[in-house]
């Protein structure tokens, strides 16, 4: 059994007990309680995260979503600013070599022929996921860095 230890309404500590322990005054069998959650007699609430921890977790949704796969024209290429730089230099370089068209790779490393203009909505629109969610990440740092109080920020999600 799980058991938070409650310490002027605070958990202390979270532990594993055997089946059939008889709980202390200061403990309470819980499946969702964490070290630091506050303890109001009947439920657990977390005092949520701090400024620097939400950054970091909105910084790795961030990462997370801009690699995500970007459909266009029924092809699925990688996202990603990186994606759409090597997307870029590969159409480039094509055009310097005087070729009409250039091959891009899919996700599943499939050969894509594009026209260049073709190849250029394909690099516009894995740019484009990316700049949104960039966009996004940068706003929600705003909303951090206005917060007035833990509140304000418990609101902040990705």
């Known amino acids: 059994m799980r058991v938070a230890i409650i310490k002027d ?8 007990y055997p089946d059939g322990y008889e709980l202390g005054a200061d403990e309470v069998e819980t499946e969702t309680a ?10 657990f609430k977390s005092p ?10 909105i910084r790795k949704a961030f990462k997370s979503a801009s690699l995500e796969p970007i459909t266009v024209n029924g092809n699925e290429y990688n996202g990603g600013i990186d994606s759409a730089l090597m997307l870029d230099g590969a159409r480039r370089k094509a055009e310097r070599k005087g070729d009409t068209s250039v091959v891009f790779y899919g996700t599943g490393n499939t050969p894509i022929s594009l026209t260049l203009p073709e ?15 960039f966009a996004k990440k940068q ?14 920020l418990d609101l902040i999600k990705w």
């Open 119 to 133: 190849a250029d909505e394909v690099i516009n629109a894995v740019g484009d996921a990316y700049e949104l969610l």
């Open 9 to 16: 309404g605070i958990v202390d500590n979270v532990v594993i």
């Open 139 to 152: 706003a929600l740092f705003g909303d951090i860095a206005a917060a007035a109080d833990q509140t304000a």
């Open 48 to 57: 949520g995260l701090s400024a620097e921890q939400l950054k970091s977790a």
């Open 34 to 43: 964490n070290s630091g959650d506050t303890y109001e007699g009947t439920t």
